[in-house]
């Protein structure tokens, strides 16, 4: 039986890093000041998030979220041997697209150098937070049913452009940073159920959609964006907005549900499970989820503190950032679950 495998891993994430205690003193260019433009401090952050740092790219113009996906892409073609003129199909997976349209996937098949030669399947998902999951879901069934042999999947995201340094934009704009993770996967002939990709599952609740969204334009006025981009005091279209409590309650209870039905339709329990992964938007979720779901606590790997909310790359970052200290290792079993703006959520069982 065909059955997809990992095949690689790879993430990046830009080289700046900003401390919580840089915060208030960042302009919109994310220079920083002498004046507190932000009323916010490290205590409020960490104690409320576990958030102490984030990764910002160079504010130069010249990085966009594909450069972030390329290379975390070319990490994991590394990673697992193949060629990028290999891939037949990209699954790219952000909330912070370079451009509306194209999609970014067919801006990294370009960056790779593999647009003309290999006219690769390209598809853009917009699933946000839980873009990995649903992306993987994708994957997992084109793998099986031998559309696709060589699945680039990608998390990507450029976060620091489109956020609001103010006291205004605080409750968001503390929590998220850039970054990129990326994985390889392709088919292998195996009977052994518990091997590769072992379950996906991926649900929505679009009665949350204005719970957490960034809008930039609304396709329904004209003129469709009623705002001056130059004026960021006032404009509160080019800013996400979020309720943060009902965004936190929905994640919890999101994320336990998911995770305890991964477990219940594979009939594994949390010893088969080498890693818990939870999406990285709060850390106070993620204990929460731990508690609720019973989850043993040293199974859990968390990279909120260093790199904040990465929105879709938050699960392959994680589990790379993991790998790379030597904790996780190839063979090992992980439990992913994820939540975000929608609402979306799901849960993924996994073989590395
Ligand atoms: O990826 C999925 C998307 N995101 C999430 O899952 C995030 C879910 N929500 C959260 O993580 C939390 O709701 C937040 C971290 C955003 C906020 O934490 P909270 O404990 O729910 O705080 P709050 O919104 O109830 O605000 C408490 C106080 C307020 O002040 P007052 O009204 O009590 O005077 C806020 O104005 O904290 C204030 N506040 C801040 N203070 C300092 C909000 N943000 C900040 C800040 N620094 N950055």
Not at 19 to 29: M, T, Y
Not at 62 to 67: G, Q, V
Not at 95 to 100: A, K
Not at 189 to 214: I, K, N, Q
Request: proline content about 4%.
């Amino acid at each position: 039986m065909i059955r997809t495998q990992v095949l690689g891993l790879g993430s990046y994430v830009p080289e700046r890093v900003v401390k919580n205690e840089e915060i208030p003193f960042l302009d919109d260019k994310h220079v920083r000041g002498d004046v507190v433009r932000t009323e916010t401090d490290d205590a409020w952050i960490y104690k409320r998030t576990g958030i102490r740092e984030r990764r910002y790219v160079p504010n130069d113009g010249n990085t966009a979220t594909s450069d972030l996906a390329l290379e975390a892409s070319k990490r994991a073609l590394a990673d697992a041997g193949v060629d990028a003129g290999e891939i037949d199909c990209i699954i790219l997976g952000t909330l912070s697209p370079d451009f509306h349209f194209p999609g970014t996937a067919v801006l990294v098949q370009k960056k790779l150098g593999i647009a003309e030669k290999t006219n690769c399947a390209c598809f853009d998902i917009r699933q946000q937070c839980s873009a990995f999951v649903y992306g993987l879901q994708m994957a997992d069934a084109f793998v099986r049913t031998g559309m696709y042999k060589r699945i680039l999947l990608i998390g990507a995201e450029l976060h620091s452009h489109s956020l609001d340094f103010s006291t205004r934009g605080r409750d968001v704009m503390v929590l998220f940073g850039d970054g990129a993770g990326a994985m390889v996967l392709g088919p292998s002939e195996s009977d052994d159920p518990r091997s590769g990709v072992m379950y996906t599952a991926a649900h929505a609740d679009g009665t949350g959609a204005l719970d957490l969204y960034l809008k930039i334009f609304e396709i329904n006025k004209l003129p469709y964006i009623d705002y001056n981009p130059t004026d960021r005091e006032t404009n509160q279209l080019m800013y996400p907005h979020m309720d943060g409590k009902r965004v936190f309650l929905h994640a919890v209870r999101g994320m336990v549900m998911a995770s305890q039905a991964a477990l219940a339709k594979t009939g594994l329990s949390w010893d088969d499970i080498t890693w818990f992964v939870p999406h990285q938007a709060n850390l106070r979720i993620n204990e929460k989820v731990v508690e609720v779901a019973k989850i043993p606590p040293e199974k859990v790997l968390n990279t909120i503190e260093w790199y904040g909310n990465t929105t879709a790359a938050t699960v392959p970052l994680t589990i790379d950032y993991w790998r790379q200290q030597g904790k996780v290792k190839r063979g090992d079993r992980i439990l992913a679950a994820v939540f975000g703006s929608g609402f979306t959520w799901g849960a993924s069982i996994f073989t590395l």
